[in-house]
């Protein structure tokens, strides 16, 4: 299966869904003379047709109408029971116009006649081009659902909004966040949802979206269902259609409510800290004390009692005893006693 074509040609897997081989052979001669390298596997029932669609990929089916216990419709049937979008085109010697076109209401993709073969190559050409196309679509919808599916998903709200604030999309995180079902905003401005103080500031974020600006974590309120005031981070970025014009604005909220009020609560720790670090006195330095009456100088020349200088500089406070050595030289009475 893997033959590398000839040089100028492009490769085309076919699978010949034909009872007689010398048919299959002969159209698998005139594919061959065209701008195709033609690999191709006949089939005639069931079972081969099972067989040959498992063990390799194929470009196109090319069926007889008139298959011995095998009809094109089992084939066909066959074909799209494995989920294989290949085009489908009958080929056949015996078949009226009627009966063609009831055959593509049903699905196949396009008939030839045996005696007019030369119908067949274009309308390969065309049904490969539209297969392709019809891959890519799946592709860019496959690919739209799962990108739909992570929105959704998001924790954070995820907005879809036009430049005048009409909300497009609303997803899972948004009603969580602001309580509002998507039911109830769609279609409606943005605006009677936020709190009338919010209004100039989400205008002017328009303004810049429209000239192409992100803005990210950007800090304000929103207000949810319940009246409730939440603080929120902001990342607002350009929506674009498929010619690069700017058509809307894609937000993403989250709710930093939480956040903000433990940032309060640490800056009033540190608040209440430095001010109770700002009510203690501390000594600290060389203090001059008199060698007779043991005052203390000051830094201006002033002598004061050892007691009143604690107290004007610490939060200690003095009180009076005596010590053993006083008690012995200046109460020798008590002392003893």
Known sequence: MNVEPKVGKKPLRALLIEDSPLDAELLWRFLNQSHYEVIHQRADN?????????????????????L?????????????????????????????????????????????????????????????????NRRERNRVLEQRRYLASIVDSSEDAIIGQRLDGI?????????????????????????????AVCHDELRAIFQKVSRGEKIERYETVREHKDGRMLDVSLTVSPIKNAAGQIIGASTIARDITDRKKFEGERRQMIEQLNEALARVKTLH?????????????????????????????????????????????????????
């Open 46 to 66: 069931a079972f081969q047709l099972s067989q040959a669609l498992n063990n390799a990929e194929w470009d196109v089916a090319l069926c007889d109408y008139e």
């Open 68 to 132: 011995p216990g095998f009809s094109w419709m089992e084939a066909l049937n066959t074909i799209r029971g494995k989920g294989l979008e290949m085009p489908f085109i009958i080929v056949s010697g015996k078949i009226g116009e009627d009966i063609a076109v009831d055959a593509m209401r049903a699905g196949a993709h396009d008939y030839v006649m045996k005696n007019n073969l030369k119908r067949l190559l274009p309308a390969i050409d065309r049904e490969l081009r539209e297969a392709a």
């Open 167 to 195: 909300v497009m999309a609303w997803n899972s995180g948004a009603e969580k966040i602001f309580g509002y079902a998507a039911s109830e905003v769609k279609s409606h401005s943005i605006f009677k949802f936020i709190p």
């Open 285 to 337: 330095g060389l203090l001059p004390v008199c060698e007779g009456c043991k005052k203390i100088r000051d830094d201006a020349g002033r002598w004061h009692l050892v007691e009143n200088y604690i107290n004007e500089h610490s939060e200690a406070a003095c009180t009076f005893s005596i010590c053993p050595d006083c008690m012995s030289q200046f109460h020798p009475e008590l002392f003893d006693r």
